[in-house]
């Protein structure tokens, strides 16, 4: 372990225009925070399907000079300080393949949201280059507009319904139709909104506040000013894993992703055995009470280690998106109060919503960086983050495999194996009782990783994920 490579500076990502955006501030000179908040801007303008400024988000960050990792919850939090009845939340249905699932949106819908304060405060606390340069490529996607990629068409169709309510119209179907792969998304005023923000206009206060607020409560929601007020970045306490010599290290999350990697710790068996093993650690873990119904999970991730050693990852989301728009400012609230999965009867105002985002530092015996990794994918994400990190570390794969190897799922009492999975595996789990769904595709059901380790970066082809790694 000693001798082995050091990671190499590098970025990944959901959208090639995420990554790039990274890779500029890298080469410029930043860091891997700088990076890592340009890029999740750049997402909130070129991947607005999965995520906004009026989304929220977690980030961990590890530094080479300290070895200290710090933890930082920027999610969405529960408005109603100040209290107030909302009104009733507008039923969607959405689509998982051909499964339909029931959401709620609307204004009763919508939580504080947390991306602005989050990236302006890592940018404050560990940054390097000016704020304003961060936002730069954000402000620039915004003014041209960005194409759907593939990796977004599939999503927006799913959740088109909630997507294309009020300006969600204008932006996602200017004809009439749907977006096609390759046609141009454009929020107007989004690009002003970037540069008020660059400007470092307030947020949480003045005019955006008050369109904020004003967009929510005509639209039967509760947050006020009060609620924006008395939101913080909240650093939180670093959970830690060993396994394989290595540390991981990040935030506790809903469906207990680091509890995992515990259970994992004394090892896996080969061959068979190993996948009911698996499945009976990620059974075992799981998030309890289990949710009503497992999340579509539109998220996103971006991945970044500098030369120095340094890594940011950083996990957020918009949730489905509540359809309420602030008029000439191209934001899209988040839909957090709607998720059913992420509420649990003890949230008061003020209170942040619950989360299954996880993003990851693994820190090798050396103390060095050796792998940046996160994942979208509602209660996938676990699942993901297991399959990727024992691939990486438990069998010596190289990143790009390890991402890209066959996954295994546990929802409720059935094993979900995407293609490509042993049937050997298959078998040996249907023996030992459980009910088994083999897929006959890869698929984004699986989540999506991206990651940066001593193979480079690396990132998810199963929604088309984009990495970098600069020479």
């Known amino acids: 372990m000693m001798n082995r490579r050091p990671v190499p500076a590098g970025i990944a990502g959901g959208h090639s225009a995420t990554v790039e955006a990274g890779a500029q501030i890298l080469s410029a000179g930043g860091n891997a ?250 059974q075992r873990y799981a998030h309890q009470p289990k949710p009503p119904r497992e999340g579509l999970g539109e998220t996103t991730n971006v991945s970044v280690v500098d030369a120095e050693g340094n890594a940011c990852v950083v996990t957020h989301t918009l949730g489905l998106g509540s359809g309420v728009w602030v008029p000439g400012m191209g934001l899209h609230l988040n839909s957090m109060l709607g998720e059913g999965e992420l509420m649990t009867p003890q949230l008061r105002p003020g209170d942040r919503v619950g989360s299954m985002m996880c993003p990851l530092v693994v820190i090798g015996a050396d103390e060095r960086i050796e792998l940046a990794v996160g994942s979208a994918g509602a209660s996938r994400i676990r699942s993901a983050l297991v399959s990727t990190v024992l691939g990486v570390v438990d069998e010596d794969l190289d990143l790009t495999d390890a991402i890209d190897a066959p996954r295994l799922h546990v929802a409720d009492d059935v094993v979900h194996l995407e293609l490509g999975y042993p049937d050997e595996s298959a078998d040996v789990l249907v023996e030992r009782g459980f009910a088994v769904n083999r897929w006959s595709t890869s698929n984004h059901y699986f989540g999506a990783v991206s990651a940066v380790g001593t193979s480079g970066a690396a990132a998810d082809p199963r929604r088309h994920g984009v990495s970098q790694t600069l020479p």
Request: net charge negative.
């Open 33 to 282: 925070v700088d990076a890592a908040v340009a890029a999740t801007l750049a997402a909130c303008a070129a991947e607005t399907v999965a995520c906004g400024l009026g989304g929220g988000g977690f980030a961990t960050v590890f530094s080479a000079r300290t070895g200290e990792v710090t933890v930082l919850d920027f999610f969405c939090a529960v408005p109603g300080i100040e209290g107030g009845t909302p009104g009733p939340m507008v039923p969607v249905d959405v689509r998982f393949g051909d499964v339909p699932i029931s959401y709620a949106v609307g204004g009763a819908s919508v939580a504080v949201p947390g991306i602005p304060a989050g990236c302006r405060e890592l940018s404050r606390r560990f940054g390097r280059l000016p704020w304003s340069t961060l936002v730069e490529p954000a402000y620039a996607l915004a003014r041209e507009g960005v194409p759907l990629t593939e990796g977004l068409l599939g999503p927006l169709e799913s959740i088109a319904t909630a997507m294309l309510r009020s300006e969600g119209a204008s932006a996602y179907a200017p004809t009439g139709r749907l977006l096609r792969t390759g046609e141009c998304i454009f929020h107007a005023g989004l690009a002003e909104t970037f540069a008020r923000m660059a400007a470092d206009e307030p947020f949480y206060s003045g005019r955006i506040a008050d369109e904020m607020v004003a967009s929510v409560r005509a639209d039967g929601g509760v947050l006020d000013h009060s609620d924006l007020a008395a939101y913080r970045v909240i650093t939180t306490p670093v959970g830690v894993a060993r396994l394989a010599g290595r540390t991981i290290a990040g935030r506790d999350d809903l469906n207990n992703t680091l509890r995992t990697f515990r259970g994992l710790a004394a090892g896996l068996g080969r061959g068979a055995v190993r996948a009911v093993e698996l499945a009976e650690i990620l």
